[in-house]
């Protein structure tokens, strides 16, 4: 059971990049999916989250109108579109899949998901 995060990269403060999250199992289709980041000195702090259906999402207050996280069960692969990347932004950012107990707008913990991509680098420079 794997995820494999990639799209980092290095942006100008204002651009975009674009994350994708694909899991080799379609058992992940029916997970709530996260993305945490990781700043160098810091702990892994909440990004975004979308339940299995897509239905319900919900994001940390500083990432709140900039970033969008969506999925592609078809695919098993989820995404966060960020916009308006601040320098703030720059982070290792991991994609992580949940659990049936792992309830999206409740839980924001790194101990509410199971499974861990190996984390991709963003780096906002000014």
């Known amino acids: 059971v794997q995820l494999q995060a990639s799209g980092g990269g290095l942006v100008q403060t204002g651009g975009s990049l674009r994350l994708s999250c694909a899991a080799s199992s379609r058992t992940f289709s029916t997970y709530s999916k996260g993305w945490f980041r990781q700043a160098p000195g810091k702990e892994r702090e909440f990004v975004a989250a979308i339940s299995w259906s897509g239905g319900s999402t919900h994001y940390t207050d500083s990432v709140k109108g900039r970033f969008t996280i969506s999925r592609d069960n078809a695919k098993n692969t989820v995404y966060l579109q960020m916009n308006s990347l601040k320098s703030e932004d720059t982070a290792v950012y991991y994609c992580?899949?949940?659990?049936?107990?792992?309830?999206?707008?409740?839980?924001?913990?790194?101990?509410?998901?199971?499974?861990w991509g190996q984390g991709t680098q963003v780096t906002v420079s000014s």
């Open positions: 992580a899949a949940g659990s049936p107990r792992t309830v999206v707008g409740v839980d924001v913990t790194t101990d509410a998901y199971d499974y």
